[in-house]
């Protein structure tokens, strides 16, 4: 009687499946605070008002700047005025730059927006970045179903579910192939 030798279980994480859940647990968690890190905020772009500079599911990077240090052409990130404080901010372009106001404009739009943007403060919120399609999975479902995607991804990229092996220790395995693609026992 031969002894078939006993197959060895797979470990649940090998090398490579560190390396790629290191990396994508690494990506996110840069993306998470080097902003903060930074002194940026994060801005979620909802609407298409500025398609060709950046497009809806976006996240704008924005730093608190003087706002003598605006001019026009930067995209100023801020609430319509008379929105409600819980309306996310907006990305617009500074098409008219006066003392204490600005007029805005988003790229796709055809005329300048209907308000003025007051700028009675000392700074206001320019943008740095645009970071495309990073925003997507917060648009549509609540953060905690994006999270949760966010984080089935992360498994799936690393590979943890494991795959059933082949068992090559049968009568299968015994069996020899001639260079011509017969087999013989």
Not at 36 to 47: E, I, P, S
Not at 93 to 104: C, K
Not at 156 to 182: C, F
């Amino acid at each position: 009687m031969e002894l078939a030798p006993v197959p060895r279980p797979r470990p649940l994480l090998t090398t490579g499946r560190l390396v790629v859940l290191g990396a994508t647990l690494g990506t996110l968690v840069v993306l998470a605070l080097l902003p903060t890190v930074l002194g940026l905020q994060r801005h979620l772009v909802a609407d298409d008002s500025m398609t060709g500079a950046f497009g809806r599911g976006s996240v704008l990077l924005a730093r608190e700047v003087p706002v003598s240090a605006l001019e026009v052409g930067d995209v100023l990130v801020t609430r319509p005025p008379g929105a409600a404080a819980d309306s996310r901010p907006i990305g617009h372009r500074i098409v008219e730059l006066g003392l204490d106001s600005a007029r805005t404009r988003g790229d796709a739009n055809v005329g300048a927006d209907p308000w003025v943007v007051p700028l009675d403060g000392a700074t206001a919120s320019r943008m740095v970045l645009a970071v495309p399609y990073v925003g997507h999975p917060f648009l549509s479902a609540g953060h905690l179903l994006a999270w949760g995607a966010a984080g089935g991804l992360v498994l799936a990229a690393a590979g943890l579910s494991r795959r059933p092996r082949r068992d090559r220790s049968g009568p299968a395995a015994l069996r020899r192939t001639t260079p011509a693609g017969r087999t013989r026992a």
